[in-house]
């Protein structure tokens, strides 16, 4: 079966600054790759997701770009602010199923 | 307003009591899931169903058991509990099992004693 993996396990970063946060799928036959955000006391929520004939995709300071051959894929957050501290899951999808990484909690330092 | 529902949202019971978990969804949705998190392991799929009367076993099914007899719920049953399931619940909807996006409920917090 699938395997996710996530790094790191928790970011700190100075609120203006970029976060990067990194996954890394086995299963080649994995097409389609979404990101949630999971706020304290809520459920986990898909803010931006790509699909395997995609590299990257934007929207509004969220990116994502993924890399087929090696198998990895990143979320990148851009001038950060407080409201974005959270934590964040990745996952793959193959043969319909969702693998979900270990996830990584974000801290935006004011 | 579009939601998954989950209830209760905090349960501390005692080991080999029965507890059911429930879940409704107002959206419509054929697929049903539900997920345990856990520190380090991120969400694992319990159960899902793909539309009434059909469901299946995810990745760590042990110890629970789903039903599927109306579209909108999809509860959660502990015939007997065990300390080792005491995590953060998931319930989880979509209209497809192929669909993008997956709708959570706001988690139930288990403690098994």
């Known amino acids: 079966g699938e395997n996710v993996e996530q790094h790191p396990s928790t970011l700190s970063v100075q609120e203006g600054d970029s976060a990067v946060i990194k996954c890394t799928y086995s299963?080649?036959?994995?097409?389609?790759f979404p990101w949630y955000k999971q706020e304290l006391g809520k459920g986990p929520q898909l803010i931006i997701d790509?699909?395997?004939?995609?590299g990257e995709k934007k929207d509004q300071r969220i990116a994502v770009t993924l890399n087929k051959t090696a198998k990895h894929f990143s979320l990148h957050i851009t001038e950060t602010q407080p409201e974005d501290s959270a934590v964040y899951f990745c996952?793959?999808?193959?043969?319909?199923?969702?693998?979900f990484g270990a996830g990584t909690t974000v801290t935006v330092r004011a | 307003e579009a939601q998954v529902t989950q209830n209760p949202r905090y349960l501390i019971t005692v080991t080999g009591k029965k507890l059911t978990v429930t879940c409704s969804q107002n959206?419509?949705?054929?697929?049903m899931s539900w997920y345990r998190q856990d520190p380090g392991l991120g969400l694992r799929q319990i159960y899902y169903?793909?539309?009434?009367?059909?469901?299946d076993k995810g990745d760590v099914p042990e110890g629970y058991k789903v039903s599927r007899k109306e579209k909108r719920n999809f509860p959660l049953i502990l015939e007997s509990p065990s300390p080792n399931q005491t995590s953060l619940y998931f319930c989880?909807?979509?209209?497809?099992?192929?669909?993008?996006?997956?709708?959570f409920g706001q988690g139930t917090r288990l403690t098994v004693v």
């Open positions: 989880a909807s979509s209209y497809s099992r192929g669909a993008t996006e997956a709708f």
């Open positions: 299963d080649s036959a994995s097409n389609y």
């Open positions: 790509i699909r395997s004939n995609v």
């Open positions: 996952a793959a999808r193959s043969d319909y199923k969702l693998s």
């Open positions: 959206m419509n949705h054929e697929y």
């Open positions: 169903s793909m539309n009434v009367e059909v469901t």
